[in-house]
């Protein structure tokens, strides 16, 4: 399916008007079933939605181990994803324990549940990055991305091994394009912790706690980490790097993971 | 509250590395009580927290006039808004009714949801705007979103009369920069019907449904609109500027609302 769609649009320049062809980003909204029971509503670019629906599912808990699931089955033209699951899922109770709202962020309540679950997680990690791979894997990550600068309405993410970018996609929601990225990990076997997670948009606590639950220790983004993820990143001894662009980049926690070869 | 706190990292610009004190957007859990009951936790940058909670209310369509609210108190030390209404809400049913899970967006169910009860918004709206006064207001905007351009980390949102800026508000989240806005204009008394609301961020669907309900027709962005925003704006006649930067920007939908003079 299209991630773009064409519209004709009126453009106002330097006091010219014309009425010019240009392409929007889409928005698809995938209802994913579990145990044929509806459990949520995303908003999100219509592709690789296999991925999505499991990463997504990997990141709230509902699944741990590919043995779990029975099958995943992808209805485009209905919008939805069906997954069943061997165990019982009671999803009205999963989502009103919960109640956060996101911003693209997460949060709250959550914060506090998570962070008990979290424990422990990173600091056994001894994944490793040079300070001129931090610059190389984002130039691989910002060519990647290329193909949706036009649009200005997508963001990126990727799984690196600090030499070459595994696993990369986009959506029109950052939260999204995580979950694809760790769904196609998931789908594929690969392992986590050893694994660096590259990011346009902004590390928010929630994107460092989908992070932490996959025991991934490096992050780096093209934009800027927010106090929370950064807090919680301290806590977890995870390396969080931000603003990194062309031949700078800051490193907020963690920098003994940063070598200088 | 302070929106930013200081934090030390290690910079490294063209094999350069040093030490140096910069600062990061704070991100705070807002708790909202409604008659002492949960009701949602936000992710939210920590000032205008009244603010926040009305438009909130007002976006879930909890609260339609003033006169139905009996107090709203905050406590920031708890992390708590507490707002009492008169009417009962129900709100785990409010909240189980949907189970959307944004990306900054919202959509699926609650498109098709709010679609229906938004037929006959914004097509008897008579707001008005000249070519010149956009380019004017978001001069006015970006002027005003200065003071965090170091942080790279907020959105912004105003309403405007299309010679001035009436409300101001910035956020972590662009749902909540807007729920400030609509929050303080409710507050005030501000009649929405006739103003123009000004983004910096994308205009998701979510964005649009919340301006819809508030009968506002005019949305101009710094940013990309996606397309089933542009769907709905159609379908309910408002008019969507996007990409609105220095002396440019694109009419999606609605042009007939843009004057010559």
């Known amino acids: ?17 014309e009425e010019t062809p240009d392409i929007v980003v889409r928005e698809y909204p995938l209802t994913i079933f579990v145990n044929e029971e509806e459990f949520v509503t995303l908003l999100c670019s219509p592709n690789n939605l296999k991925y999505l629906s ?14 779990e699931i029975e099958y995943v089955e992808i209805d485009e033209g209905r919008n939805a994803a069906y997954i069943n ?13 919960k109640r956060i709202l996101t911003t693209g962020c997460g949060g709250g309540t959550m914060f506090y549940n998570v962070f008990g679950s979290l424990q422990g997680k990173g ?24 193909v949706f600068v036009n ?24 939260h999204n394009a995580l979950d694809k990225v760790i769904g196609e990990a998931f789908d594929k076997g690969l392992n986590f912790s050893d694994k ?6 902004r590390i928010s606590s929630e994107m460092l706690t989908k992070a932490a639950k996959r025991n991934i220790s ?9 106090d929370l993820a950064l807090e919680i990143g301290k806590e977890l001894n995870m390396t969080i790097i931000g603003f990194a662009r ?13 070598m200088l070869e």
Chains 1, 2 share one sequence.
């Open 1 to 17: 399916m299209n991630l773009t769609r064409e519209v004709l649009l009126t453009r106002y320049e330097h006091g010219r008007i």
């Open 54 to 67: 499991l990463g997504f599912l990997l990141s709230e808990g509902i699944i741990k181990e590919k043995s």
């Open 85 to 97: 699951v061997k165990e019982k899922i009671n999803s009205s109770k999963h989502f009103t324990g």
């Open 123 to 146: 600091s056994d990690n001894k994944a490793l990055i040079t300070y001129k791979n931090v610059i190389s894997s984002m130039k691989e990550f910002s060519a990647k991305s290329e």
């Open 151 to 174: 649009t200005g309405g997508v963001h990126s993410a990727a799984l690196s091994n600090g030499e070459k970018i595994l696993t990369f996609h986009e959506d029109v929601g950052r």
């Open 196 to 201: 660096i997670l590259l990011l346009s948009g």
């Open 218 to 226: 490096i992050i780096i983004s093209r934009s800027a980490p927010m």
């Open 246 to 258: 062309g031949e700078r980049f800051n490193i907020y926690t963690g920098k003994e993971r940063v």
